[in-house]
């Protein structure tokens, strides 16, 4: 028996994440899969009844008691500067060292392809993005704040062990999917010490990977090549900052945020999956939301926990679904949130 942790957070992150557990139902009665959901009410409305964010013990538990996490999405407007949602996901991220945020990036029809003279089938790659390391650690401070002297500083923090474990995972995967190129991305023209660092580790495990070519963007021009040639990226590694800008710019190549899945993940522990998209409060409640995200994120979980005939299945079933017509708004179609989830449900069950 595998359990999986459900929180669905807020606003549309409750809306798809409904649609993506009917989806599981559904697969598990179909490919008798031993699998067993537990909702938990973690977010706002949690939150401001009593002010939890995640109890005391629940990671241990979640470590314990689960084979994965699954989280719709996190943020309202009644909470300032989404301070539960911050908790939740910076525990989630650092008690579990998720260091590896996983984005694959295929764009599953022509009409969401942005590009001119492109077809969906230029854009299938996958980035991994470093995931607790970089400029967002939040080391820094202010000096002479609110005056004309004012100093703001962010670290950007770059350890040999951080930056050699995401770029092996890349070429970890890149050798288990019998892909043939690794491109790291970073500024090492600009950035001399921390870039140089990454230049050094990068040219050392891709020794390790003799099979397998490793190739270098500066990420600017990695920003022109994604839209000018994206087929010829197989597997991108970047740091935190950049990983950034560059999986929203890849989640514009795969038809929008609605699109576009993601994971958490530490190789050697608990896992967390969630669209990459937030709780969309100008949506929310509207049954408007595109739960394609989530419902291809649930379709990555049941790889993880290889569960490889049901994932293909819900895949599949989104192609089907797409090819069919049946569009939320953001795609340009008027097919309700719970609608795209009967659609993909009626597929899953043929
Ligand atoms: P946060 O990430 O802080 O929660 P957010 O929810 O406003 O913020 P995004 O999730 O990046 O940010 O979404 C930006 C906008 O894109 C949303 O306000 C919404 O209009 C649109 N959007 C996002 N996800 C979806 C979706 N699944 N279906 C339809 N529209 C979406």
Redesign the pocket.
């Known amino acids: 028996m595998q359990r999986i942790a459900v929180i669905a957070g807020d606003?549309?992150g409750t809306e798809?994440t409904a649609q993506a557990l009917r989806a599981l139902d559904t697969v598990r009665d179909r490919f008798d899969l031993d699998l067993e959901v537990e909702e938990l009410d973690y977010g706002a409305e949690r939150y401001l009844r009593d002010g939890t964010t995640l109890p005391k013990g629940e990671i241990e538990r979640f470590r314990n008691d689960f084979a994965a996490i699954y989280l719709g999405?996190?943020?309202d407007p009644r909470v300032p500067d989404?301070q539960h949602?911050r908790e939740i996901l910076l525990a989630l991220r650092f008690e579990l060292d998720l260091y590896i945020n996983f984005r694959p990036v295929k764009c599953l029809a022509d009409q969401f392809c942005p590009l001119k003279a492109k077809t969906h089938d230029a854009i299938d790659f996958k980035v991994f993005r470093e995931n607790t390391e970089g400029i967002y650690v939040g080391v820094g401070g202010n000096f002479k704040k609110g005056t004309a002297d004012e100093i703001a500083i962010n670290e950007d923090i770059n350890t040999r062990k951080g930056v050699e474990r995401i770029i092996r995972a890349a070429f970890a995967y890149a050798q288990k999917n019998n892909l043939g190129r690794v491109t790291m991305s970073d500024k090492s023209n600009a950035m001399r010490y921390a870039h140089d660092l990454w230049q050094r580790v990068f040219k050392e495990v891709a020794q390790d990977y003799p099979t397998i070519e490793a190739n270098h963007f500066y990420v600017d021009a990695l920003a022109m090549a994604l839209l000018r040639s994206p087929e010829q990226f197989e597997v991108i590694v970047t740091n935190n900052l950049f990983g950034d800008i560059v999986t929203d710019l890849a989640a514009e190549l795969q038809g929008?945020?609605?699109m576009a899945a993601s994971a958490n993940i530490n190789p050697d522990g608990l896992c967390l999956f969630e669209?990459?998209?937030?709780?969309?409060?100008?949506?929310a409640g509207m049954d408007?939301?595109?739960?394609l995200?989530?419902i291809l994120t649930m379709g990555m979980l049941l790889e993880h926990l290889e569960h490889r005939e049901a994932s293909r299945a819900i895949e599949n079933a989104v192609m089907q679904t797409l090819h069919a017509g049946h569009l939320?708004?953001?795609l340009g179609g008027h097919t309700g949130t719970s609608q795209m989830g009967d659609a993909i449900v009626e597929r899953l069950s043929a």
């Open positions: 606003g549309i798809v999405a996190l943020g989404m949602g929008g945020m609605g669209p990459v998209h937030g709780s969309a409060p100008d949506i408007k939301a595109n739960p995200a989530a939320s708004e953001d």
